[in-house]
């Protein structure tokens, strides 16, 4: 009698062991490959998108001087804790030698705080943003705003009401000048809009 090998139980007990080894083996082996590949793209993956936000970010934001679009004022406006506070800083005379206006309390407007903002979420550009206050020197009016900086580091504030797209937004560049003790800023005295 002649025993087939394919008909041996013990063979294809054997036969069967060893083809699930192999397989498992073989999984095993490319699963082992595939997690390998995916460490190697998230170790490449974490410094490049790293980078990616570092260089997207906006710069800090830098104190400095801007000019209202009327040419009426210049605002200092420098770090108060995590907000920003501007304070006027410059006033433009109708006439050399006309006195100082004051505010609407009867004090002078120099080195009045007309803005305080507090970190906002980001514009859609991914640029900071602040919110918060801006106070008219002149009749004490309170208006929300936000403001950022553009990349030439224009400020765009933007007054409103209730609600934002009711309101306007202003364009102040930097201002370059030189103010005079007393907030007197002579390059601006007689040229209000």
């Not at 002649?2 to 397989?23: C, G, M, Y």
């Not at 190697?40 to 980078?51: D, E, H, M, T």
């Not at 004490?140 to 306007?168: S, W």
């Amino acid at each position: 009698m002649v025993i087939l090998l394919h008909d041996n139980p013990v063979a294809q007990a054997s036969r069967f062991v060893t083809k699930f080894w192999t397989e498992s083996h073989n999984k095993r082996h490319r699963l082992g490959d595939f997690k390998f590949v995916r460490a190697w793209l998230l170790v490449g993956f974490v410094p490049i998108s790293l980078a990616f936000v570092i260089c997207a970010q906006a710069k800090p934001f830098q104190p400095g001087y801007w000019v209202s679009s009327g040419r009426q004022i210049v605002l200092q406006i420098d770090p108060c804790g995590k907000d920003l506070c501007g304070f006027i800083a410059g006033i433009a005379l109708d006439h050399p030698g006309d006195a100082m206006p004051n505010d609407w309390r009867g004090q002078p407007q120099c080195g009045f705080l007309m803005l305080r903002v507090a970190p906002a979420p980001p514009a859609e550009d991914g640029s900071e943003r602040w919110k918060g206050v801006l106070q008219d020197p002149r009749n004490g009016n309170v208006y929300r705003t936000m403001i950022k900086f553009d990349a030439a580091r224009n400020l765009d504030l933007h007054g409103y009401i209730g609600l934002p797209i009711l309101g306007e937004t202003q364009i102040w560049p930097k201002f370059t000048g030189t103010i005079e003790p007393g907030c007197n800023v002579p390059s601006l005295n007689g040229k209000n809009n």
